[in-house]
């Protein structure tokens, strides 16, 4: 029992704080999903494993993936050719970024700041089409026909509706307006249902967790100390 508590807690608390939380893919991330982090004190990233289910989007991160190497049925001088020039680029990257974020210090003035992180911003927009134009270089054209459509899968099993209201899907599918907000509106009730399901599933499996621990002297003794349930928070407002 002393071993269940600390991860039902730890899963009490992490599910409401995925959903306002902001997960980011960093670069450097594994193969199996990228590093996961959310923001630390002062910005500073807390990292944590890989969600599971979570596959990433660029198409860099999916390349070194078994099962996408796999499905585009990559050839062992492809992933050596791709290695190499997806290295090449992020050693270069690495090296003009630093040489800008030397720069930026506590004393530097607010309107500088905000230009060094424009130029980082557009550096980082200069890799990823760096990237994509080395893979292309090196991909067959029926393999990056199935990579365009493996970064779709991801996209849509990552966000869900919400990756529909990006330009990428909403112009190929030229979304109304209405179909746009008929989304939202779905998105926000689905995930609403969503935690309250957690929510009920986490309490129902913490209960069978103490029953199935206890005696039925003690269970009896909890259940006086407890008293009936609380009506769910929707009954009391209806009441």
Same mark, same amino acid.
């Given at each position: 029992?002393?071993?269940?508590?600390?991860?039902?807690?730890?899963f009490?608390?992490?599910?409401?704080?995925?959903?306002?939380?902001?997960?980011? *893919?960093?670069? /450097?991330?594994?193969?199996?999903?990228?590093?996961?982090?959310f923001?630390?004190?002062?910005?500073?990233?807390?990292?944590? %494993?890989?969600?599971?289910?979570y596959?990433? =989007?660029?198409?860099?991160?999916?390349?070194?993936?078994?099962? *996408?190497?796999?499905?585009?049925?990559?050839?062992? +001088?492809?992933?050596?050719?791709?290695?190499? !020039?997806?290295?090449?680029?992020?050693? $270069?990257?690495?090296?003009?970024?630093? +040489?800008?974020a030397? $720069?930026? =210090?506590?004393?530097?003035? $607010?309107?500088?700041? @905000? !230009?060094?992180?424009?130029?980082?911003?557009?550096?980082?927009?200069?890799?990823?089409?760096?990237?994509?134009?080395?893979?292309?270089?090196?991909?067959?054209?029926?393999?990056?026909?199935?990579?365009?459509?493996?970064?779709?899968? /991801?996209?849509l099993?990552?966000?869900?509706?919400? %990756?529909l209201?990006?330009?990428?899907? &909403? +112009?190929?599918?030229?979304?109304?307006?209405?179909?746009?907000?008929?989304?939202?509106?779905?998105?926000?009730?689905?995930?609403?249902?969503?935690?309250?399901?957690?929510?009920?599933?986490?309490?129902?499996?913490?209960?069978?967790? *103490? $029953? &199935? *621990?206890? =005696?039925? +002297?003690?269970?009896?003794?909890?259940?006086?100390?407890t008293?009936?349930?609380? &009506?769910?928070?929707?009954?009391? @407002?209806?009441?």
């Amino acid at each position: 029992m002393s071993r269940l508590w600390p991860a039902l807690m730890l899963f009490g608390f992490f599910v409401p704080a995925m959903a306002s939380a902001q997960i980011t *893919v960093e670069l /450097s991330g594994e193969s199996q999903g990228g590093t996961f982090s959310f923001g630390g004190p002062e910005g500073a990233p807390l990292v944590l %494993a890989p969600v599971p289910g979570y596959m990433p =989007t660029n198409p860099d991160q999916l390349l070194k993936m078994p099962r *996408v190497e796999a499905d585009l049925q990559l050839l062992p +001088e492809q992933k050596e050719e791709l290695q190499a !020039k997806l290295q090449k680029l992020r050693e $270069e990257f690495r090296g003009k970024r630093d +040489e800008i974020a030397k $720069e930026i =210090t506590p004393e530097l003035p $607010e309107r500088e700041r @905000e !230009k060094l992180n424009e130029e980082l911003a557009e550096l980082e927009r200069e890799l990823r089409e760096e990237i994509k134009e080395a893979i292309d270089d090196v991909l067959l054209p029926f393999q990056k026909q199935r990579l365009e459509q493996i970064v779709a899968q /991801s996209k849509l099993n990552n966000n869900g509706s919400g %990756a529909l209201m990006s330009d990428e899907f &909403a +112009e190929l599918l030229k979304l109304t307006d209405e179909q746009k907000k008929e989304l939202e509106k779905k998105q926000q009730e689905m995930q609403k249902k969503l935690q309250d399901e957690i929510r009920d599933l986490r309490r129902k499996r913490q209960r069978e967790l *103490v $029953e &199935a *621990v206890l =005696t039925k +002297e003690q269970l009896a003794k909890l259940k006086k100390l407890t008293g009936d349930d609380l &009506a769910p928070e929707e009954k009391r @407002e209806r009441d």
